[in-house]
C-alpha cells in the first residue's frame, strides 16, 4: 500500500466526495478541499466557528459545515468558490444537519427535537416538520431519492410520516405498532420500511411504501432485543443482530427467519478459518542504533503484526458484561453486507477483539479475524469483496477470501488510526442564486 503525508484534521473530519475526485479535511474554523489524485489543494474556505459536522453533497458540488453551538450551518459551493451560503437557526438551537438526496436541500433539527427544518438553497422556502422522535435514526431517505420517513412522537405514541422530497408534501402518515420506536431504515430497492422497537421489546416491524403493514417478526420476549439492523445490498436479506449475541436473516419472500448465526466462545467449524494476530517486535543489534536511525527511522522500534492461521477448535476471548453497568457491553452492534451480497461481517460486543465474516451463499461461518485489540471500525470495498479495519493502533488490516494481511501506516509520530471514513467505499449541474451570499433566517414559526 501506498501513502500519503499526514494531513491535518480535527473531530476527525475526512470524507472524500460522492464521485470520488475531492478530499475535504476540517482543521478548527478551516475547511480544505484537495485534489484526490494530487492531494493538491484547490479550495480552502473559513468558517465562523469551529466545525462539528462537515458533509458532501450528493452531486459533490457542495460541502455543509454545521457549527452547533453557534446554531449555524454554512454551505460551500465548488464551481464557484465566491458563493457561500449562511444558515442561522437562532435561539431554537441546532442538534443535527444534513443534506436531502438532491443536494440542494438542508434539514436541521432544533434541539430538544422540537422540529426539523428544510432549507432551499434554490428558492430560499422553508419547510417545517414538527414532532420528529429523537431515537436512533429517526430519518432515511430511499435509494432513489425521492422519498423520507420520518419517525414521530405525538400523544405518547409512534408515527411514521412518509413525505416526497420534490417538494416535501406528505404523501402518508400512519401509526407504528411500536412501544418505543428505535429507528427505521428503508430497503435498498425503496420498496420496503424496515422498522424496530427499542432493546426492551423484540419487535421489527415490514411496512410498504402505502404504510400497510407487511409483516412482523419477534424473536423472544421479557428479555434486551435488537441491538442492529442492516439490509443486503439486492433487499433480498434483512439481518438483525441481537443482545442474545445471534444474527437472525429473514427473507424477503415470507419475511421469516431463514437461519441465525451464533458466535460461540469455542469455534469448531471445520469449514472456518480462524486468523489471529501475532505482534512481533524486531530484534535491534548495536549497529543499527545510528543517530540518523534513532531520530528518524521510527519504525526501527515499532511493533509489527501478521496473521496466523489457529488450529480447531480455537477459543475465542470473551468478556464478561457488567451487569451494574447501563448499556451492557454485550451483543451484536455492528453489521455489513460485502457489496456483492456474498459476505457479511459481525462484531459481538462481548468479543470485541474478533471479527465475525459469514458466507451468504452457504449461510455458514467463512472467517474469525482475532485482533490483539478491540475492533473499532469495518468496512467493505463497494467493488470487490474486500473488507478493512481498524483497532486504534497505526495499522490497517484487511481481509479477503485469498488471506488477511496487516498494514502498518510508515508515518512519524503517527496517531493511532481513527475510524474508518468512506474513504475506503470511494476507492474508487446545481440551481444557484446570482448573488453571491446567501443568508437565511427563520421568519416565522412553526
Known sequence: MNFSEVFKQSNQLCKVSPDGKYLATCVQYRLVVRDFNSL????????????????WSSDSLFILCAMYKRGLVQVWSLEQPDWHCKIDEGSIGLVSSRWSPDGRHILN???????????????KSVSYIKYPKACQKGIDFTADGRYMALAERRECKDYISVFVCDDWHLLRHFESETQDLAGLEWSPNSCVLAVWDSCLEY???????????????????????IKSVAWSPSSQFLAIGSYDEKVRILNHITWKKITQFEHPATIINAKAVVFKEVEKRPVVGSEDLSIHQLTVDNSLFS????????????????IKPDPDRANPKIGISALAFSAGNHYLATKNDNMPQNLWVWDMQRLSLLAVLEQTAPVRCFVWDPHRPRLALCTGNTKVYLWS????????????????????YTNIAHFSSALLPTRKELIIRPHSRP
Open 109 to 123: 433539527t432544533t434541539e430538544f427535537n422540537l422540529r426539523v427544518t428544510v432549507w432551499s438553497l434554490c428558492t
Open 303 to 318: 511493533t509489527q503484526s501478521k496473521y496466523e492461521i489457529t488450529q480447531l477448535p480455537a477459543q475465542v476471548p470473551v
Open 40 to 55: 493538491q489543494i484547490v479550495h480552502l474556505y473559513t468558517c465562523l466557528d469551529p466545525v462539528m459536522h462537515m458533509e
Open 203 to 225: 419487535k421489527i416491524l415490514l411496512y410498504s411504501l402505502d404504510g400497510r403493514l407487511l409483516s412482523s417478526y419477534s424473536a423472544y420476549e421479557w428479555s434486551l432485543g
Open 401 to 420: 477470501p485469498a488471506g488477511c494481511v496487516s498494514v502498518n501506516v510508515p508515518v512519524e509520530g503517527m496517531d493511532p488510526v481513527s475510524p474508518l
